[in-house]
């Protein structure tokens, strides 16, 4: 939710293949569109949660120059902590404004040289960034993305077809921008790909597939990160409970023997059982979402090489 008395700076990368993907996720974390690389916003996201956000600076104090922050920063308070300030290197100015290595430095010695305390490069308590962004300085607590998906990548069950933990880490930040009380469910949940991303991120997430062997293997690879839920045995249309998210890796013609009736009756009962969902699909699928009563609110193409993926957030 916005918090209008605090600010936020996010720095975020991507490739161009996953350019469409990163922006639909940030549109939905933070309710627009944002700028290149960085931007601004009074909504706080855990930044480890994207696989695209980098950085975030959680703005303490802010000038038109230096010498206003390095007047400012003589105000912070440790209580016996160490530190340490980083220049952030993301930023929007011009080539010609561009701040070398060396002046960077400068710059996080001067800062350093007026909080009062003990530094410590290796291994601080307290880390604060600087970043410049609109004319403007910015100074703040600094966060840095820990990448806790990476790991995610080595399961001990995997197959070829299975999303990306990169994908599937967006995609529920699309289904669920706003974690707080929501109940969430992969009705096809495959080997739990998208269900490790949810959980490590402490969403309340269930899961379900209609082979057992398949459904095994998402509570072996759910049980080999550390984490437990609910992993059932069955047909989506057996559902009975209600939740308010949920995310629908469509079984694909390509590799699965389906047929567009039962595509159809997994996007009807998707409808049925929750409010938000987000299909995952090899191709669009406008009209058969159209006709199990979802309207398309955003959308985004997820690329990796030849393939591809659509992804659907339908409400």
Not at 101 to 112: C, K, N, P
Not at 120 to 147: C, E, M, S
Not at 282 to 301: L, N, P
Request: include cysteine; charge should be negative; charged fraction near 25%.
């Amino acid at each position: 939710m916005p918090n209008e008395d605090r600010k936020y700076i996010y720095t975020y990368a991507c490739s161009d293949d996953e350019l469409d993907l990163c922006r639909m996720e940030l549109r939905c974390l933070f309710g627009r569109e944002v700028g290149p690389s960085l931007f601004e916003s009074s909504i706080e996201v855990d930044v480890s949660r994207s696989p695209f956000i980098k950085e975030r600076i959680d703005v303490m104090y802010e000038g038109d120059s230096l010498p206003e922050i390095y007047t400012q920063t003589e105000q912070v308070e440790l209580q016996g902590k160490t530190f340490k300030v980083i220049f952030v290197k993301t930023n929007d100015l011009s080539p010609e404004d561009k701040i070398e290595y060396d002046e960077r430095r400068v710059i996080e010695r001067e800062i350093g040289m007026r909080i009062e305390g003990e530094a410590d490069v290796n291994r601080p308590q307290l880390v604060y960034g600087i970043v410049t962004l609109g004319g403007r300085w910015y100074f703040g607590a600094y966060h840095k993305n820990q990448a806790t998906w990476f790991r995610h990548m080595k399961k001990p069950r995997s197959y070829s077809i299975a999303l990306s933990t990169r994908v599937a880490r967006a995609a529920v930040n699309i289904a669920i921008p706003d974690p707080v009380g929501i109940r969430a469910i992969d009705p096809c949940c495959g080997i739990g790909t998208v269900m490790v991303e949810a959980l490590s991120m402490g969403i309340d997430m269930v899961g379900r597939d209609i082979n057992p062997f398949i459904a095994a293997g998402a509570r072996t690879n759910i049980a080999h990160f550390g984490f437990t839920s609910e992993v059932t045995l069955g047909d989506i249309a057996d559902i009975t409970e209600h939740y308010d998210a949920a995310v629908v890796d469509m079984p694909y013609n390509l590799y699965s023997r389906i047929t567009p009736e039962e595509q159809f009756n997994i996007l009807v009962n998707a409808r049925r059982i929750a409010d938000r969902v987000v299909v995952v699909a090899i191709e669009a699928m406008d009209e058969m979402i159209a006709e199990a009563g979802f309207t398309i609110t955003d959308r985004c193409i997820a690329r990796k090489g030849l393939f591809s993926r659509h992804l659907m957030l339908c409400e």
